[in-house]
């Protein structure tokens, strides 16, 4: 039915198809895909992913506008975006296993510590390249150093900082899939149970991690232009080349 | 079809370790007697990581001398690498299964298409920052446009392209991590062999960041040994 070379789009019929329809799980007996099912398991990859986003905002963001205000943390900035790159995912999580145990808890905490690092890289990198004479002349008209942080700088770093927010929100969703070793059954609990999913149900987690993922990447560069302060929109094409250096761009990737 | 290499470890109680091992301690001992099993998922690990490097540095390389003269291919090239780079490594080892099957090959495509996107990016930059008033100087002492780009502009992009492969390399040691969901083997594959037991875990996480760290010292000589006149000014 269909030709020998095409043989692929029949993995990704039925893959599609296991992603709407329910069927007999590969060791029999139970039913296996379908839209509740799936959309379970999309529930609690959302709920995992951003849970940790949140929590990993609300420690690293604060820490880092204060520490860009001072001027201080080049080194804590550069050295978290080094660390966090090279520690894999499956390695920070498999050290989660066994030295802390499986479930929710321990895979939100292996979540946060992957989405810190771009967040203080960002968000310290955007307080730095607001030009000095800005703050100088903030200073100048008598703000105290809470109100630069909070009129100035803050607004003027919020681009980079949603950029890390993007980076961090596409490495936790991506990362997510790997809960199920944790034993929290996120989309990529068909994906590491191949014995009830069967490759169908793989290939059909897959896709659906996929899309989620490019979504929530598109997501985040819609939130990250609007934003961004008109006036820094008009100011970019001059500054962007010269300012714009690589920390404030999706540089890392962790799964 | 499938079938992940997920099996329970065959623990080999030697002597001394026996208490360590079954009460899932850290054991030094252990990992002493076992440290042999890491050499060939460690090399399968450093293949993953070197060739879709060099693929990639390659690609990108070509890519972005075409992107030199006509400026308008860096904005699309940076779209579509953008694309590849968001879809998580897992379920693009997956998704390539059906076309190229279980192992190197798959797990290839994917890591390569990862590293397109910073590489490239990171050399269309170090030539674009290149000074206008170097340029000018090397055209006026009547190089030509493909001279001045081999002698002079890429010359003085070589700390960009060199931070470029860092990232592009450690980069990639973590998500070859994952290429054991390819079947194509390395640390991973090792991690998942029994993710509970603790010696193991240090071990094969462990053996992945030190991987990656050597790869950036490395890349970090090459780029000293090729930018003599940077190391006066350090």
């Known amino acids: 039915m269909i030709a020998p070379g095409l043989a692929f789009l029949g993995d990704f019929g039925e893959a599609i198809k296991f992603i709407f329809q329910e069927r007999e799980s590969v060791s029999g007996g139970v039913q296996i895909g379908g839209i509740p099912e799936l959309a379970g398991f999309t529930a609690t990859h959302m709920y995992v992913s951003l849970a940790a986003l949140a929590i990993a905002a609300v420690l690293a963001i604060p820490l880092a506008l204060w520490l860009g205000h001072l001027g201080r943390g080049d080194f804590i900035a550069t050295a978290t975006s080094n660390v966090g790159r090279a520690v894999p995912s499956l390695a920070l999580l498999a050290f ?5 145990g499986f479930g929710y808890t321990n895979v939100i905490a292996v979540l946060v510590l992957l989405a810190i690092p771009p967040l203080i890289t960002n968000t310290y990198v955007g307080v730095r390249q607001v030009d000095r004479d800005t703050v100088d002349a903030a200073r100048g008209q008598g703000l105290t150093g ?4 909070r009129k100035i700088e803050l607004p003027l770093a919020l681009p980079s900082i949603f950029a890390g927010m993007r980076t961090s929100a596409v490495n936790v969703v991506a990362t997510a899939t790997i809960a199920p070793l944790a034993n929290v ?5 068909p994906i590491i ?3 009830t999913y069967g490759f169908v149900g793989q290939l059909g987690a897959s896709i659906l991690v996929a899309v989620i993922t490019l979504l929530v990447d598109f997501l985040f560069a819609r939130l990250q232009r609007a934003v961004t302060p008109e006036g820094v929109k008009l100011a970019r094409p001059a500054k962007a080349r010269r300012r714009f250096s690589f920390p404030t761009k999706r540089s890392p990737k962790q799964a | 079809m499938i079938g992940l290499p997920i099996a329970q470890l065959q623990i080999d109680k030697p002597g001394g370790a026996d208490d360590c091992v079954s009460s899932n301690g850290f054991c030094p001992e252990w990992i002493a007697e076992n440290i042999d099993r890491y050499w060939t998922p460690l090399l399968e690990h450093v293949y993953l990581t070197v060739a879709p490097v060099a693929i990639g540095f390659a690609i990108s390389l070509a890519l972005a001398i075409m992107a030199h003269r ?3 291919l860096t904005g699309p090239v940076i779209a579509i690498s953008g694309i590849f780079f968001a879809i998580p490594s897992v379920a693009a080892f997956f998704l390539l299964q059906p076309l190229t099957g279980l192992g190197y090959t798959t797990a290839m495509v994917a890591l390569v298409s990862y590293t397109l996107l910073i590489i490239f990016r990171n050399i269309t930059d170090g030539l674009r920052n290149v000074p206008a008033e170097t ?8 190089l030509t446009e493909r001279q001045v780009l081999y002698r002079v502009e890429f010359p003085m992009a070589v700390p960009e392209i060199m931070a470029g492969l860092r990232i592009a390399t450690s980069t990639t040691v973590g998500l070859a991590a994952l290429a054991v969901f390819a079947g194509a083997g390395g640390l991973g594959a090792e991690i998942l062999v029994d993710k509970r037991f603790k010696s193991n875990v240090v071990v094969a996480g462990g053996l992945a960041v030190l991987l990656a760290a050597a790869f950036d010292l490395m890349i970090l000589g090459a780029q000293r040994a090729m930018t003599p006149w940077r190391r006066s000014r350090a």
């Open chain 2, 135 to 142: 340029r000018d100087a090397a055209l006026g002492q009547g």
């Open chain 1, 193 to 195: 149970t191949p014995q």
């Open chain 2, 70 to 72: 006509r400026r308008w």
């Open chain 1, 146 to 149: 809470m109100e630069i942080v």
């Open chain 1, 96 to 100: 989660f296993i066994s030295f802390v």
């Open chain 1, 185 to 189: 059954q996120t989309l990529g609990e």
